[in-house]
């Protein structure tokens, strides 16, 4: 096999997994979770995925479909800055190590 047949399919290889690299972290910037699934690790993005869903829901939905056991507006506050809080921390242990991850050169 020449050279030049070797060289262009390494740059057909490379800017194939760059392609996957880049595809992977825009799913992950708004799904945590669905590059895990992607790449064959399924418990771990469905996993996190899960987290991140249910956090940010308990934030939406608190007080009308997830009820707080204390009365008043104060309560729900609480509770919705406290599932923010949690689901960005989610988004980023879950994304981090995606970001990270850099296109084969």
């Known amino acids: 096999m020449s050279l030049d047949t070797k060289r262009t399919k390494l740059e057909e290889v490379s800017e194939h ?4 690299v880049r595809r992977n ?5 708004f799904l945590p979770g669905s590059a895990q699934v992607i790449e064959g690790r399924t418990s771990a993005g469905v996993i996190g ?4 869903l249910f956090f940010v ?4 939905l608190v ?6 056991l204390a009365p008043g507006d104060m309560a729900k506050l609480i509770v919705r800055v406290i599932a923010i809080a949690l689901a960005v921390i989610v988004w980023f242990v879950v994304d981090l ?3 990270r991850r850099k296109a084969a050169v």
């Open 17 to 20: 997994h760059s392609g996957i």
């Open 63 to 68: 007080g009308r479909l997830a009820p707080v």
């Open 49 to 52: 995925n899960f987290a991140f």
């Open 25 to 29: 972290k825009w799913f992950a910037v």
């Open 97 to 99: 190590p995606v970001f």
């Open 57 to 60: 829901l308990l934030a939406l």
